[in-house]
């Protein structure tokens, strides 16, 4: 999807955005690599993760919706699942 490589392609370039966006401070980027990963299993692929280079750090999942989905968080929460092995 188009949109997905948007905003994977914004993220990458400027990788504070989520941190701004989500009112942390952005000096909280500097122990994160963002990056896009998809679970095979289901073929599902994430809009980008930022992961943490510390095991203190929280993993953020990056989702952008332009489409009225009011399935759209159960599957955000089925790909995080899967994601972690549970």
């Known amino acids: 999807m188009r949109s997905d490589t948007i ?5 990458l370039t400027f990788n504070t ?3 701004e966006l989500i009112d942390r401070p952005l000096t909280e980027a500097d122990a994160y ?4 990963l998809e679970v095979k299993a289901k073929a599902f692929r ?3 993760i930022f992961m943490p280079n510390a095991l203190d750090k929280p993993i953020y999942f990056v989702e952008v919706q332009f489409q ?3 399935d759209f968080y159960w599957e955000l929460l089925a790909k995080i699942h899967m994601y972690s092995g549970f």
């Open 7 to 11: 905003f994977y392609e914004l993220f």
């Open 17 to 19: 955005l989520l941190f």
């Open 46 to 48: 994430f809009d980008g």
């Open 68 to 70: 009225h989905n009011l």
């Open 33 to 36: 690599e963002f990056t896009s």
